[in-house]
């Protein structure tokens, strides 16, 4: 019989707080369709990977004004504008991670999110503090889906899969941490993953 999860890992966002870049461009594209074509072809979600991975926002601004120099302000907004890509925190997630904590259980965070943002985002986000790690993929080189961050995070905070549940809003990634044997919850709203955790025992009666 497999053993019920003690533990819950959380993505950050998309789960517990809204970045979006759309956030930020609705303010500097007077069309939407214009701003999802820059966000597809230039500002791509692969190119903001490789900060997530670690990469500086120099360097990658340098290599996006280099191909496509007639945007050269629009990329550079990416990162001076940044913290207006935050629209705060998805409040019902936030209530159940409240719920969580509560009730005692040992609550840990994986993000992809780039070193240089972090600081930025950090202070912002009080419920931030009810974690007992953080693992942050900028900071070590490692990015989901890829095995070896969540490698990283069982050998940094002592967890084993099996007692863990991982929620992340990205199929790949709970695809990769099933694979290494998490309780993943593929997350789309705070009501599902709410029901789903009461499957799994979490939180647990007193």
């Known amino acids: ?58 360097e990658a601004a340098r290599l996006l004004i280099d191909r496509h120099p007639g945007q050269a302000a629009m990329v550079e907004a990416f990162f001076a504008r940044w913290p207006e890509m935050l629209n705060g925190p998805i409040q019902g997630t936030v209530a159940v991670l409240e719920e ?18 972090w600081p930025l985002a950090r202070p912002l986000f009080p419920f931030l503090d009810r974690f007992r790690g953080i693992l942050v993929s900028g900071q070590v080189g490692l990015i989901k889906p890829d095995a070896a961050i969540f490698r990283r995070l069982c050998l ?24 290494l044997g998490f309780h993943a ?14 499957g799994h025992g979490l939180p647990p009666e007193r």
């Open 1 to 58: 019989m497999a053993r019920s999860p003690t533990t819950v890992v959380f993505d950050l966002g998309g789960v517990l707080i809204d970045w979006n870049p759309r956030h930020l461009y609705r303010k500097l594209f007077e069309r939407e369709e214009e701003m999802e074509r820059f966000l597809a072809e230039v500002c791509t979600g692969d190119w903001n990977g490789e900060q997530d991975r670690g990469r500086p926002f120099a």
């Open 100 to 117: 969580l904590h509560a009730a005692g259980v040992p609550l840990f965070a994986l993000t992809n999110w780039s070193a240089e943002t």
């Open 156 to 179: 940094d905070f002592a967890l084993d899969p099996e007692d863990s549940v991982f929620i992340d809003d990205s199929p790949r990634n709970v695809e990769a941490a099933e694979a």
């Open 185 to 198: 919850h593929h997350f789309r709203g705070p009501e599902a993953l709410r029901g789903w955790l009461a």
